[in-house]
C-alpha cells in the first residue's frame, strides 16, 4: 500500500483591483502642465474635486476607444450639454486622434483636435527623454511649450511666436525638490489691457509655493502632499492630499478560497483659499473659501466621491463594468446649501484602451489593517512567480509591477 502525500493548500492572497481611470487623461496631458502644478498635488486636488462630478442638470458622454490592430493609436470623443433647455449651455462636442510610440509611455505623442467650441483643428506634439531629463512640447502653430527636467529641478516657459516682445513669455516656472522639501516660483502674466505695465515687477503676475511630500507617488504606496502657496501675491492657499491604501477582509465566491482580502484606494484632500490683499484689485475674489473631498474605489467596479463647499455639496456614484469595451456610467447629487434643492447630472463613458486585470499579492502587501485574524500564522512566502509587492515597494523595483502601479519616475 503506497503513501499519500495531501497537496499543501495554496497561501491565502489579497486582490489588487485595477485603477479605475488608467492612464487618466490629466496624466495623458501631464506635459501640457508645467511642474509648479504637479508636484505641488495640484493635479492630483484637480482630479479628486472634477472626475466623475457633473455639474447640476448637465450631462456628459466620453468614449475611449482604441483599434485591435494597432495599439498605438486611439480615440477620445466627448460630448456635453445641458439636461433641459432652461440650464445655460449649448452641446459641446471634441475630439482627439492620438499616436503614442510607446504604448507605456504617455509623455511622447503627436494628436490632432477638434472642437465644436473652437473649430480649428490644432495638432499637439510632446518629446521626453526620461534619460537626459529634457522635455518638449507645442501646439501648432499657435503655442510651444519648451522645459528642462530631471529628478531635482525643472524649468520652463511658455511662447507663442505671434506674439509681441511685451508679451514674451506667457508663463514660465522654476521647481526644485530637494528630498521631500519642494519649492518654486511661476510667472504668469495677467491678462491687462495697459500694455504699459511693468510685468516683470508686477507683484501679481508672481507665485510662489512651498510643499512637504511622503511616498513614492505609485498607486500601491499611501502619500500624501501638503502645499503653501502665495498666489499672484492676494491669495494665501493652503492644501493637504493624501492617498491611502488599506486592505480589508472579504469572501467573494466568484474567487479562489484563497483569496481572503481585497485592496482599497481612499483618496483625501481640501484646499483652503484666504485673501490676503485687500487692494480693489482683488475685491472680485471672496475673502475665505474652503472645499473638502474624499475618493474610495471599493473594487474594480465601484467607485464613490463626494465633496463639499461653502455653496454647495456633491456626491456621486461610478459603476464600472469592464467588458470589451467597457462602460462606466456616473450619477451626481449637487444640494445647494441655500435653497437647500438638490439637482441632478450623469456621465457616460466607454473606453477599451485597456483591459481590467485583478493582481493578486501576499498579504502581507502594501499596508495591513489592524485586524489582521485572516493571516495564516506560520507561512513561509516563496518568491517564485508569485508578485510580492511589498518587497518590490520596499526595494523601489517598480520594474516588476504592473504598468500603473508604478509611481512616475521623473519630475516632469
Given at each position: 500500500?503506497?503513501?499519500f502525500l495531501?497537496k499543501?493548500?495554496?497561501?491565502p492572497?489579497?486582490?489588487?483591483?485595477?485603477l479605475?481611470?488608467?492612464?487618466?487623461?490629466?496624466?495623458r496631458?501631464?506635459?501640457?502642465?508645467?511642474?509648479?502644478?504637479?508636484?505641488?498635488?495640484?493635479?492630483a486636488?484637480?482630479?479628486?474635486?472634477?472626475d466623475?462630478?457633473?455639474d447640476?442638470?448637465?450631462?456628459?458622454?466620453?468614449?475611449?476607444?482604441?483599434p485591435?490592430?494597432?495599439?498605438?493609436?486611439?480615440?477620445v470623443?466627448?460630448?456635453?450639454?445641458a439636461?433641459?433647455?432652461?440650464?445655460e449651455g449649448?452641446?459641446?462636442?471634441n475630439?482627439?486622434?492620438?499616436?503614442?510610440?510607446?504604448?507605456?509611455d504617455?509623455?511622447?505623442?503627436v494628436?490632432?483636435?477638434?472642437?465644436?467650441?473652437?473649430?480649428?483643428?490644432?495638432m499637439?506634439?510632446?518629446?521626453?527623454?526620461?534619460?537626459?531629463?529634457v522635455?518638449?512640447f507645442?501646439?501648432?502653430?499657435?503655442?510651444?511649450?519648451?522645459?528642462?527636467?530631471?529628478?531635482?529641478?525643472?524649468?520652463?516657459?511658455?511662447v507663442s511666436?505671434?506674439?509681441?516682445k511685451?508679451?514674451?513669455?506667457k508663463?514660465a516656472?522654476?521647481?526644485?525638490?530637494?528630498?521631500?522639501?519642494?519649492?518654486?516660483?511661476?510667472?504668469e502674466p495677467l491678462?491687462d489691457?495697459?500694455?504699459d505695465?511693468?510685468k516683470?515687477?508686477?507683484?501679481?503676475?508672481?507665485?510662489?509655493a512651498a510643499g512637504?511630500?511622503?511616498?513614492?507617488?505609485?498607486p500601491l504606496?499611501?502619500?500624501f502632499?501638503?502645499g503653501?502657496e502665495?498666489?499672484?501675491?492676494?491669495?494665501?492657499?493652503?492644501?493637504?492630499?493624501?492617498?491611502v491604501?488599506v486592505?480589508?477582509?472579504?469572501?467573494?465566491?466568484?474567487?479562489e478560497?484563497?483569496?481572503?482580502g481585497i485592496?482599497?484606494?481612499?483618496?483625501?484632500?481640501?484646499?483652503?483659499q484666504t485673501?490676503?490683499?485687500d487692494?480693489?484689485?482683488?475685491?472680485?475674489?471672496?475673502?475665505?473659501?474652503?472645499q473638502?473631498a474624499?475618493?474610495w474605489q471599493a473594487?474594480?467596479?465601484?467607485l464613490?466621491?463626494?465633496?463639499?463647499?461653502?455653496?454647495?455639496?456633491?456626491?456621486?456614484?461610478?459603476?464600472?463594468?469592464?467588458?470589451k469595451?467597457?462602460?462606466?456610467f456616473n450619477?451626481?447629487?449637487t444640494?445647494?446649501?441655500?435653497?437647500?434643492?438638490?439637482?441632478?447630472?450623469?456621465?457616460?463613458?466607454?473606453?477599451n484602451?485597456?483591459?481590467?486585470?485583478?493582481q493578486?499579492?501576499?498579504?502581507n502587501?502594501?499596508?495591513l489593517?489592524?485586524n489582521?485574524?485572516?493571516?495564516a500564522?506560520?507561512?513561509?512566502?516563496?518568491?517564485?512567480k508569485?508578485?510580492?509587492f511589498?518587497?518590490?515597494?520596499?526595494a523601489?523595483?517598480f520594474?516588476?509591477?504592473p504598468k500603473e502601479?508604478?509611481p512616475?519616475?521623473?519630475i516632469?
Amino acid at each position: 500500500m503506497g503513501n499519500f502525500l495531501a497537496k499543501e493548500p495554496p497561501p491565502p492572497v489579497v486582490l489588487v483591483p485595477p485603477l479605475f481611470d488608467f492612464p487618466p487623461l490629466s496624466a495623458r496631458n501631464r506635459m501640457l502642465e508645467p511642474s509648479y502644478n504637479l508636484l505641488f498635488g495640484k493635479l492630483a486636488l484637480k482630479c479628486l474635486f472634477e472626475d466623475y462630478f457633473e455639474d447640476a442638470r448637465q450631462f456628459s458622454a466620453k468614449f475611449l476607444l482604441k483599434p485591435i490592430d494597432d495599439p498605438h493609436v486611439d480615440l477620445v470623443a466627448s460630448l456635453s450639454g445641458a439636461l433641459d433647455r432652461k440650464a445655460e449651455g449649448d452641446l459641446v462636442g471634441n475630439a482627439l486622434f492620438r499616436w503614442q510610440s510607446d504604448v507605456d509611455d504617455p509623455h511622447t505623442f503627436v494628436d490632432l483636435s477638434v472642437s465644436t467650441s473652437n473649430p480649428v483643428l490644432l495638432m499637439r506634439s510632446s518629446a521626453y527623454y526620461p534619460k537626459y531629463g529634457v522635455g518638449a512640447f507645442a501646439i501648432y502653430p499657435l503655442l510651444s511649450k519648451k522645459a528642462y527636467g530631471s529628478t531635482n529641478l525643472s524649468l520652463g516657459a511658455t511662447v507663442s511666436p505671434f506674439t509681441t516682445k511685451d508679451e514674451f513669455p506667457k508663463s514660465a516656472w522654476l521647481v526644485s525638490k530637494m528630498g521631500r522639501l519642494t519649492v518654486g516660483v511661476q510667472y504668469e502674466p495677467l491678462c491687462d489691457e495697459n500694455k504699459d505695465t511693468a510685468k516683470y515687477s508686477d507683484l501679481r503676475n508672481w507665485s510662489c509655493a512651498a510643499g512637504y511630500g511622503v511616498g513614492s507617488r505609485s498607486p500601491l504606496s499611501p502619500s500624501f502632499n501638503f502645499g503653501l502657496e502665495l498666489a499672484r501675491s492676494s491669495q494665501f492657499i493652503a492644501s493637504f492630499y493624501q492617498h491611502v491604501v488599506v486592505q480589508r477582509r472579504v469572501k467573494n465566491p466568484f474567487e479562489e478560497d484563497e483569496v481572503v482580502g481585497i485592496t482599497n484606494y481612499i483618496d483625501l484632500g481640501f484646499e483652503l483659499q484666504t485673501r490676503v490683499d485687500d487692494s480693489k484689485a482683488s475685491e472680485n475674489l471672496p475673502d475665505s473659501s474652503l472645499q473638502m473631498a474624499a475618493s474610495w474605489q471599493a473594487n474594480k467596479n465601484f467607485l464613490l466621491k463626494g465633496k463639499v463647499g461653502a455653496l454647495s455639496s456633491t456626491f456621486t456614484l461610478a459603476f464600472k463594468s469592464w467588458w470589451k469595451p467597457s462602460f462606466a456610467f456616473n450619477i451626481s447629487a449637487t444640494t445647494n446649501h441655500s435653497t437647500r434643492e438638490t439637482a441632478y447630472g450623469f456621465g457616460l463613458r466607454v473606453d477599451n484602451i485597456r483591459e481590467a486585470s485583478y493582481q493578486r499579492a501576499d498579504p502581507n502587501f502594501v499596508m495591513l489593517t489592524p485586524n489582521k485574524e485572516h493571516l495564516a500564522d506560520g507561512i513561509v512566502w516563496k518568491m517564485g512567480k508569485r508578485p510580492m509587492f511589498q518587497s518590490d515597494l520596499d526595494a523601489e523595483n517598480f520594474s516588476e509591477l504592473p504598468k500603473e502601479l508604478r509611481p512616475p519616475q521623473k519630475i516632469l
